[in-house]
Structures are given as C-alpha cells and as structure tokens.
C-alpha cells in the first residue's frame, strides 16, 4: 500500500528537463552511457576531458566542470569494479562454505541417528537369535 502511495504521489510531480543550474540529469542522460562506452574502449586514454566533451553533441549539453567530474566518476568506478565483484565473490564463497557445513553437520547427525537405530535393531535381532550369523562355522578335524 505504502508503495502505491508513493507510485501516486511521485505521477502528481512532473519530472524536471533540467537542473537549478539549467543543465539535464546526468544520470538519465544519453551522454552517461556514451561516456561508459568511450571510457571503456579506451579513447580517454589519448585525450583529455575537455577534448573528448568536443566530440559528441550529447556531452557539450553539460559545463566543462560537470562533464570533467563524471568523466573521473566512470573512470574510478570502471577501475574499482573488478575489486567489488572479487569482494563480493569472496563474501558469497564464504557464505556458501558455511551453509554447506551446517548442512554437512546436519546431515551427519540425522544420519548417525539412523545408522545408530539399525545397529541397535540388528544387534537385537543377534542378541534373541532371529539373526543367524552368516560366517562358516570352524571346523574340526577328526
């Protein structure tokens, strides 16, 4: 309910073209994804920041400053992200190896417990001779 709510007030605020300081939103801008891929093909690496704003359209709709910021924003986080995927790698791998000792654990005890009931079943067969024993009697030599 609480979610519909919300839903419905936020349909009742139009959403903003621009910012206060009159330029887009960065974050639902084309300009975001095209500075990913220029970034990730490497084309920052033979230039600057303010040189790569002049080739595209889309990235001049923001001040040098802005453009510069997000650049060094996609640069570090394109540089971090395979340290956050190990990390979380590395947390998920510990986690699984606890849950698999736990289940191990549990599995041994519910089973020792039945291997237990059997032995005492079968030496209570033995005990009242219901349980023949299948091993060859010696025999004598006379």
């Not at 621009?18 to 801008?29: A, C, D, I, N, Q």
Request: with cysteine.
């Amino acid at each position: 309910q609480d979610e519909a709510d919300f839903k419905h007030d936020m349909s009742l605020i139009p959403e903003k073209d621009v910012t206060l300081r009159g330029e887009p939103f960065w974050f639902s801008h084309p300009a975001k994804l095209l500075l990913k891929g220029d970034i990730k093909s490497g084309l920052l690496s033979s230039m600057k920041p303010s040189e790569l704003r002049q080739t595209r359209d889309e990235y001049k709709a923001f001040s040098p400053q802005k453009f510069c910021k997000e650049v060094h924003h996609e640069k570090q986080r394109q540089r971090a992200k395979p340290f956050w995927v190990w990390n979380r790698n590395k947390d998920a791998r510990e986690i699984h190896e606890k849950e698999v000792e736990l289940l191990r654990k549990e599995w041994m005890c519910s089973n020792d417990q039945e291997v237990n009931e059997l032995s005492d079943k079968l030496g209570e067969m033995y005990r009242n001779g219901r349980f023949k024993s299948q091993t060859p009697s010696p025999k004598s030599n006379s």
